[in-house]
T-cell receptor
Framework: NAGVTQTPKFQVLKTGQSMTLQCAQD?????MSWYRQDPGMGLRLIHY???????DQGEVPNGYNVSRSTTEDFPLRLLSAAPSQTSVYFC?????????????FGPGTRLTVT | GQQLNQSPQSMFIQEGEDVSMNCTSS?????WLWYKQDPGEGPVLLIA?????ELTSNGRLTAQFGITRKDSFLNISASIPSDVGIYFC????????????FGKGTKLSVKP
């Protein structure tokens, strides 16, 4: 199993550009989520999904869209990038139920918006 | 928003020393987890705690779920150089479908 994979690993965008961060998992996990990590901060939840076709907002959803058309994939879309979105983005997945809290994280995408 | 207070923010370790860190909240959590993050990588789950008072070990790591459900601590015994990294606590409240609240982390470094 590859676990949770994220692409790209690094990305530089100009303000106003759009892009999609990819996340895939091969563990058949129902629950997937996106976090952002800023210097000196913990991880903050952006969006999450409890299964294909179901998504919901986390703590910091503004400026981001998600969709979940398959169990395996959970892309994060930045519609119009802003410098405040410069961050490291992590995707995570877990099985449903009690162990939904035992999340497995991908390696991260480091995004810089200029 | 919800906050977890994690302390200390940073600490230096010498090989062989025991290390302690803790996490507190003003709210009750149903689950506490401890993660470790190495530079350039995603967090890796170390220990998950599901019951108040629970004490769980994973090798040299021991973590406890506080009786009040508002705190947790992590101990590392006989530290080794590969223990350096950032340790995060995370908590989950009931009904939040797996959503986690993270502390700001404790950075472990080697004493110069």
């Amino acid at each position: 199993n590859a676990g949770v994979t994220q692409t790209p690993k690094f990305q530089v965008l100009k303000t106003g550009q759009s892009m999609t961060l990819q996340c895939a998992q091969d563990m058949n996990h129902e629950y997937m989520s996106w976090y952002r990590q800023d210097p000196g901060m913990g991880l903050r939840l952006i969006h999450y999904s409890v299964g294909a076709g179901i998504t919901d907002q986390g703590e910091v959803p503004n400026g981001y869209n998600v969709s979940r058309s398959t169990t395996e994939d959970f892309p994060l879309r930045l519609l119009s990038a802003a410098p405040s979105q410069t961050s490291v983005y992590f995707c995570a997945s877990s099985i449903a139920g009690t162990s939904a809290y035992e999340q497995y994280f991908g390696p991260g995408t480091r995004l810089t918006v200029t | 928003g919800q906050q977890l207070n994690q302390s200390p923010q940073s600490m230096f370790i010498q090989e062989g020393e025991d290390v302690s860190m803790n996490c507190t909240s003003s709210s009750i959590f149903n689950t506490w987890l401890w993660y470790k993050q190495d530079p350039g990588e995603g967090p890796v789950l170390l220990i998950a705690l599901y019951k108040a008072g629970e004490l769980t070990s994973n090798g040299r790591l021991t973590a406890q779920f506080g009786i009040t459900r508002k705190d947790s601590f992590l101990n590392i015994s006989a530290s080794i150089p590969s223990d350096v990294g950032i340790y995060f606590c995370a908590g989950q409240r009931g009904g939040s479908q797996g959503n986690l609240i993270f502390g700001k982390g404790t950075k472990l470094s080697v004493k110069p």
